[in-house]
């Protein structure tokens, strides 16, 4: 298979010498005594990874006294190897986690866990540590996940397109039918469960005609079929559904959450579900939002419209993801009152402790759309009695398209340690999403996902860290991202040390570079509409979207204050929403989300607000060569294949951001009049 598509899972042969003796001591056998098909599947995962990395055949009976590798569920372990693992340790590994210990008296290195899914996980963090080159000979690791749901969401349409892909067409469907790639979908599954995923809703959750078949039986056989695969690696599937499902399949004349006849519809609709899927995940719900329909429509509330379906599966263990992206997409440019930004806490705050114990609110981390710089979104910390999830967007779609590199884990990490003062200096983003907070039962992350059928999975090879990334981080967001993207880069591309520090040092400055000449100050949606990529200043200023910058011959800037702007800043919490509101206290790089302020505005860096748009331009064209040149250090260092799709992308970067650079600098030297102190050349 060609260069990239193993991606983390490639199971490279360079192992440092140091340690390659320990694991061919302990990797030279493996002990498996569960048929359960992800017991199996963990067994056959950890052998064809030690026989790569390692070069030797691995047995599956290790002689008498011989150091070997066992896994399996803590029960059945037990049976072999009786004391092997504490209570103490057992109970910390929590349903999905587990426990790695090396036990020199029983010869063997275990993995145990509770569920099948833990021992999974188990050997895939063993293989990590394997590729990454640590040491194994005295391991006593335990890990659970900090997150329930750690879940991807596909933007795939069932004709084969992707919303939102930057990575060819869709591997799940092409032109209207289910894909019959069963090894794809396997080596896809595989590595998301490496690094713990254990949700995927499949479609679109913006659900066109033939989608919404997806629960009828002209497909339901398919996307069963599509679950048994996901099963196998602890993935449960989730589809995004119609809420208009019973006019438009059900042959009934209404959707209204509080009819008899839509509910039972529903009822039944769930249990032909799970009839087909037993362990069916839930339903995926944009609702009243970009013109989907919802509850709305009847005068119901979101509420109402969750808690109906969540009736529906509540029998049946399911659950409902409703989403929060709900704003006026029909706005008057005209009107000053009116701001998006309040839109999701404007909607959902009021609702806080109305929904069922089986319904999850999906917040998108902003309170816009996956911009390159927003604040967080003010929902987090304000529903006390709402189990909810924070949606990511893996996909490049604002922040370049997997043409520039952009590494969004520091982005997802700034916001994830954000404190939201809910509960004092104590309550930042992780532990409200991670249900710590609240004691919420059902938690974690959602993310859009960034793959297509491209045999590198993300189109530029480096967006793959991306999608790593996120797992890892659902996980345990307390992994930083220089960790996280060390070991995405040992075990794509090697151990070596000067290599790893090339890459990991375009990682950890790509997106304040991609920032630098798209996005000033947190003025956001400078793009082209529609497909959002390159420069377009003004291309949503004059549009319906709510997404507007307000620059004149003064001045540029959102006033969101609460004494002159549309007081979105008060829906901030302690000294969030003093910071916020205040010219004086607000970080520059929000500046111009929260204020308008004439161009000789002067930041907190010493710079007016003009001359910091021309530096950063005219810098964040200078860093993006360097990307390139410092990517050209690698050549004949790293495989050709790898090296030349990245020089590719980021010779095209390069060449772009000057695009990016001449447009705004332009723009805003032709709206202010005022000179750059440096002369350079703007048009
Ligand atoms: O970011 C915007 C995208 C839409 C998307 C929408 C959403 C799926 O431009 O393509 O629709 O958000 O999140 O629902």
């Known amino acids: ?59 599956a009976a290790p002689n008498q006294g011989q150091l070997h590798i066992a896994l399996g569920t803590f029960d059945s372990l037990h049976v072999r190897y009786q004391s092997l693992f504490s209570e103490k340790e057992i109970e910390a590994a929590e349903a999905e986690g587990f426990v790695i210990r090396t036990s020199h008296a029983d010869s063997c290195l275990a993995i145990g866990a509770a569920s099948p899914a833990g021992v999974l996980y188990g050997v895939f963090h063993l293989l990590r540590l394997i590729g990454t080159g640590a040491a194994i000979d005295e391991l006593a690791i335990i890990s659970a996940p900090v997150n329930g749901l750690r879940m991807i969401n596909h933007w795939d349409n069932f004709d084969g397109s992707i919303e939102r892909g930057y990575a060819g067409n869709s591997f799940l469907y092409k032109n209207n039918r289910f894909t019959e790639d069963q090894e794809r979908l396997r080596d896809y599954a595989r590595m998301m469960a490496s690094v713990g995923i254990n949700a995927i809703a499949i479609n679109n959750v913006n659900v066109h005609q033939e989608e919404t078949l997806f629960i009828t039986p002209t497909y339901l056989p398919q996307v069963a079929k599509l679950a048994d695969i996901f099963r196998v690696y602890g993935i449960r599937l989730y589809l995004s559904i119609n809420f208009a499902s019973p006019i438009q399949i059900g042959g009934l004349e209404t959707a209204d959450p509080l009819e008899l006849d839509v509910q039972g519809w529903w009822n039944n609709k769930a249990s032909e579900i799970y009839a087909a899927i037993p362990d069916f995940g839930g339903f995926l719900v944009k609702a009243d939002s970009e013109n989907r329909p919802g509850p709305f429509t009847y005068g119901r509330d979101h509420a109402e419209g969750a808690n109906m379906l969540a009736e529906a599966l509540l029998p049946h263990g399911g659950i409902v993801i409703w989403r929060c992206f709900v704003y006026n997409c029909k706005q008057d440019w005209r009107d000053r009152k009116t701001d998006r ?90 532990r409200v999403v991670d249900g710590s907070l609240w004691g919420n039962r059902i938690n974690g992350m959602a993310a859009v996902t960034n793959v297509g059928e491209d045999w590198n999975w993300s189109g530029h090879l480096l967006a793959q860290a991306n999608l790593y990334g996120y797992g890892r981080l659902a996980w345990n967001p307390d992994l930083t991202a ?42 956001g949606w400078m793009v082209n509409p529609n497909h959002h990529y390159g420069p377009n200043v003004d291309g949503y200023e004059y549009s319906p979207w709510g997404t507007y910058h307000f620059a004149d011959h003064k001045g540029i800037g959102v006033d969101r204050t609460v004494q002159t702007g549309t007081g979105y800043s008060a829906q901030y919490m302690g000294a969030n929403a003093e910071v916020y509101n205040s010219l004086e206290h607000c970080p520059d790089e929000l500046l111009l989300f929260f204020h308008h302020v004439p161009y000789t505005h002067v930041l907190h860096s010493g710079k007016t607000v003009i001359q910091h748009i021309y530096d950063n331009h005219f810098e964040g064209v200078e860093r993006a060569a360097q990307l390139l040149s410092a990517w050209s250090s690698l050549q004949g260092r790293i495989k050709e294949e790898l090296y030349s799709q990245v020089e590719e992308r980021l010779r095209e970067q390069a060449r772009h951001a000057e695009e990016w650079r001449d447009q705004i ?10 000179e750059d102190k440096h002369h350079r050349k703007i048009y």
Not at 365 to 385: I, M
Not at 389 to 414: A, D, S
Not at 487 to 516: C, K, N, P, R, T
């Open 341 to 430: 930004a309040r839109a999701a806490y404007d909607h959902f705050k009021p609702l806080d402790g109305r929904f069922n114990d089986n319904v999850v609110l999906q917040i998108k981390n902003g309170p816009l759309d996956f911009q390159v710089r927003e604040p967080v979104s003010p929902l987090f910390g304000a529903l006390e009695h709402t189990n909810q999830l924070i949606e990511f967007q893996i996909t490049q779609e604002y922040t370049g398209q997997q043409r520039h590199l952009c590494y969004l884990v520091p982005q997802w990490k700034e916001i994830l340690e954000f404190n939201t003062y809910a509960e004092g200096e104590k309550a930042p983003v992780k």
């Open 1 to 59: 298979v060609e260069s990239g598509y193993h991606a983390w899972l490639s199971y490279n042969k360079a192992l440092p010498g140091a340690q390659l003796e320990q694991y061919r001591q302990w990797g030279g056998a493996i002990v498996s005594l569960e048929e359960q098909e992800t017991i199996q599947a963990a067994a056959a995962e950890l052998k064809l990874g030690l026989e790569a990395m390692l070069g030797h055949s691995v047995s």
């Open 482 to 523: 220089e960790q996280i993207a060390s070991e995405w880069i040992q075990l794509v591309f090697s151990l070596d040390a000067a290599i790893h520090d090339v890459i990991s040092g375009l990682l950890m400055d790509s997106w304040s570079i991609y920032e630098s000449y798209t996005a000033p100050l947190g003025i």
């Open 665 to 674: 600098n332009t723009y805003f030297w032709r709206k202010s009049g005022i």
